[in-house]
Each structure stands twice: as structure tokens, then as C-alpha cells.
């Protein structure tokens, strides 16, 4: 069983061809993110993600996305939990221009608190030149994680070189995925898998992403290779590859 934790689908490229690099890595499930920098960018591609995991049911799981300091952004989010079916909400700060502290996204993360949903951040460096890349420290979701001790965060691109082990180490629902930081690093660091684990105090804080898309289906093996370079056990990597990523996603239940 293998779960990608953190996939995108952009209205571009064939999605038959995202299904094919499931296939070829044997890849069983793929949670889609939004992605957007405005209400109507994210209410399209909620609609476009809702549309994809009807088609896929079996194979695509899918996460909401609002723009978090909006008045409403709050109910929008119960609507997509509730009458869409999805599972968890992704927030991009640097894209969407607000801080993870910002007092205005509170009834956003109290919401999902009353949902019971997993939050997953984008945390670390961004390329897009409009983007506020300070608004993705992940020191701001320990600030977070502080304020609110009942949310479930997920850091993207956890970066076992940085604070994000010793944050969602110290919090009991503060996590990191392994999307693209890790297989880079450990291009040029080949124990950092190990190292990642013991910074992290255990194998229950780290699920298995990607950051595939249709155009971008090399990335599945890419950060799967990473895993299984891992001098780790058998049960560590099944953690990582799926069984934490199905408690969080309560498919368990």
C-alpha cells in the first residue's frame, strides 16, 4: 500500500497520464491539493478536484482549499468537507499571501478543528517571485501548533536539515511529509533518511508526497526512491508510505 500524501492537478496535461505514473510506481491512492492565489482560482479548482476524484474514486482523495482570512472562508470550507467529500484542507501562505498566524484564518483553523480534518501547509522555499517566502517558515506553524493544540498539521516539504523534526516532534499532531526536500538532499546526503528519523524521534511523524501532477509524473519515483534508500525497517517505511497518512485521512474507520 503506498498513499502520496501531497499531489496537485493544474487544468493542464492529460490526466490519464497522472493515473499511468500511479500505476508505474504502484502508487494506490493520491491525495489532490488546490492551488490558487484567489477565490475564484481555488473555487476552480476545488470544483475541477471534485470532478477528478468522482472519476477516480477509488484512486484520488481530495483536499479543500480556501483563502483563509475571507468572512465565509469558514462555511466554504464545511461546504467542501461535507458536500464534496473531502478529507482535509491544504493552505499555501506564500502563494495565498497570509501568514499562518494571522489572527483572521482562526475560524478557518477552528473549523477544521470541529471537522476533525488534517491542515497541510506549504512550509520552506518558493520560487514564484510574488510569493511571500517568510510566510512559509515553518517556525510560524510551531507558533500555530502552540495556539491550537487540538489541530492536525501536516509542514510540507519537511526539511530535515531545519527546525521542522524538532517541531513536529515536540507537538503530538504537528507532522512532516516528505515531498521533493528529502529526495533532493538525499541526492548529495544518502543517510539523511536515518538522520530524518532520529531527529524526528520515531517513524510516526513523516508521510510519504510527492508534489506530482500530470505534467510532473517523474516525481512520484523520485521521492519514492528516497524512501527505499532508507536503511530503515520494513514497518518504519510502511508508516511513512501509507498507514500514517490512512490514520490521518481516518480510512481506518
Not at 39 to 58: A, C, F, M
Not at 170 to 191: E, F, G, Q, S, W
Amino acid at each position: 500500500m503506498i498513499i502520496d500524501f501531497h499531489t496537485h492537478a493544474p487544468e493542464r496535461g492529460e490526466f490519464s497520464d497522472f493515473i499511468k505514473g500511479m500505476d508505474e510506481n504502484l502508487i494506490d491512492v493520491a491525495v489532490l491539493c488546490p492551488l490558487g492565489s484567489s477565490v475564484v482560482e481555488i473555487s476552480r479548482s476545488n470544483d475541477y478536484i471534485h470532478s477528478l476524484v468522482k472519476t477516480y474514486p477509488d484512486r484520488l482523495i481530495g483536499f479543500a482549499s480556501v483563502m483563509p482570512r475571507e468572512k465565509d472562508a469558514a462555511a466554504v470550507l464545511e461546504h467542501y468537507i461535507k458536500d464534496y467529500g473531502f478529507k482535509g484542507l491544504k493552505l499555501h501562505p506564500p502563494i495565498q499571501n497570509f501568514s499562518p498566524t494571522d489572527p483572521l484564518i482562526a475560524p478557518v483553523i477552528e473549523k477544521a478543528i470541529e471537522l476533525d480534518i488534517p491542515v497541510l501547509f506549504h512550509t520552506g522555499p518558493i520560487y514564484l517571485q510574488s510569493a511571500m517566502t517568510s510566510y512559509g517558515s515553518p517556525l510560524l506553524i510551531d507558533e500555530l501548533a502552540i495556539r491550537y493544540p487540538e489541530a492536525t498539521f501536516v509542514m510540507a516539504h519537511g526539511d530535515p536539515l531545519g527546525c521542522d523534526p524538532a517541531i513536529a516532534s515536540k507537538h503530538p499532531n504537528v507532522y512532516c511529509d516528505t515531498t521533493l526536500r528529502l529526495a533532493d538532499l538525499t541526492r548529495i546526503m544518502p543517510n539523511i533518511g536515518e538522520f530524518y528519523l532520529e531527529q524526528l524521534r520515531g517513524d510516526e511523524k513523516l508521510i510519504f508526497g510527492t508534489d506530482s501532477n500530470p505534467t510532473r509524473t517523474w516525481r512520484f519515483k523520485y521521492n519514492l526512491d528516497a524512501i527505499e534508500k532508507m536503511a530503515a525497517p520494513q514497518e518504519s517505511k510502511e508508516k511513512i508510505l501509507w498507514k500514517t497518512a490512512a490514520k490521518l485521512l481516518k480510512l481506518n474507520n
